[in-house]
């Protein structure tokens, strides 16, 4: 990976994640979640589905977070593109590198990724829903279709809580797209999608 794949990039507008995931919140991110049956569920599934990609892959974690997956991107030998719109958050998940020849990390927004077209293999946007409206969740899900070459990983709260984003407005945002996996999260209403290109 060249340096050119990724530029750093004012976030679009401001993201209430970006101000709350900040200093001793961001650092104690994973010691709050790590242990509930919502995170152990989503590591099973989305580390199963990393695994199952070709060794060597190119991802996109967007956001990255504190780097909950780099465990499994090390171990596969992917190709790893950071992106997350809190250089705290983006601090946490550097710590846990053991193989920094195989990531590159960016500040940036998902509505506007700094990225050609078609520079990933797969991007995987976990906890992210929540925090757009429902029309940049649209945005997200076009650019991610943008960057992206073979599939898109991303967790929604379908129904039940006032953030939740059905599975049909992010069907509406596919074009040439579809949902290939579903996957029940910890409860129902909770859900782990994969779309792949039609």
């Given at each position: 990976m060249t340096d050119s794949l990724m530029e750093y990039l004012p976030p679009v507008g401001q993201q209430q994640g970006a101000l709350k995931y900040t200093g001793q919140v961001a650092a104690g991110y994973d010691a709050?979640?790590?242990?509930?049956?919502?995170?152990i569920c989503e590591q099973r599934i989305i580390e199963q589905w990393i695994d199952e990609m070709p060794e060597g892959s190119v991802i996109l974690d967007a956001p990255c977070g504190t780097g909950r997956f780099f465990p499994a991107y090390e171990r596969n030998?992917?190709?790893v593109l950071g992106l997350d719109i809190s250089p705290d958050m983006i601090a946490q998940a550097k710590a846990k590198i053991t193989q920094p020849n195989l990531f590159k990390f960016g500040v940036g927004d998902v509505r506007q990724v700094p990225l050609e077209d078609k520079t990933v293999d797969f991007s995987i946007n976990c906890r992210i829903t929540r925090w757009?409206?429902?029309e940049d969740n649209v945005l997200m899900m076009k650019e991610m279709q943008r960057v992206a070459r073979k599939g898109i990983i991303w967790t929604a709260r379908i129904a039940h809580h006032p953030h939740a984003r059905s599975r049909?407005?992010?069907?509406?945002?596919?074009?040439?797209w579809k949902i290939e996996r579903d996957a029940i999260g910890y409860e129902l209403p909770y859900r782990i999608f994969m779309a792949v290109p039609a």
């Amino acid at each position: 990976m060249t340096d050119s794949l990724m530029e750093y990039l004012p976030p679009v507008g401001q993201q209430q994640g970006a101000l709350k995931y900040t200093g001793q919140v961001a650092a104690g991110y994973d010691a709050k979640r790590e242990q509930s049956p919502k995170w152990i569920c989503e590591q099973r599934i989305i580390e199963q589905w990393i695994d199952e990609m070709p060794e060597g892959s190119v991802i996109l974690d967007a956001p990255c977070g504190t780097g909950r997956f780099f465990p499994a991107y090390e171990r596969n030998k992917h190709l790893v593109l950071g992106l997350d719109i809190s250089p705290d958050m983006i601090a946490q998940a550097k710590a846990k590198i053991t193989q920094p020849n195989l990531f590159k990390f960016g500040v940036g927004d998902v509505r506007q990724v700094p990225l050609e077209d078609k520079t990933v293999d797969f991007s995987i946007n976990c906890r992210i829903t929540r925090w757009l409206s429902p029309e940049d969740n649209v945005l997200m899900m076009k650019e991610m279709q943008r960057v992206a070459r073979k599939g898109i990983i991303w967790t929604a709260r379908i129904a039940h809580h006032p953030h939740a984003r059905s599975r049909e407005l992010f069907e509406s945002a596919l074009d040439g797209w579809k949902i290939e996996r579903d996957a029940i999260g910890y409860e129902l209403p909770y859900r782990i999608f994969m779309a792949v290109p039609a």
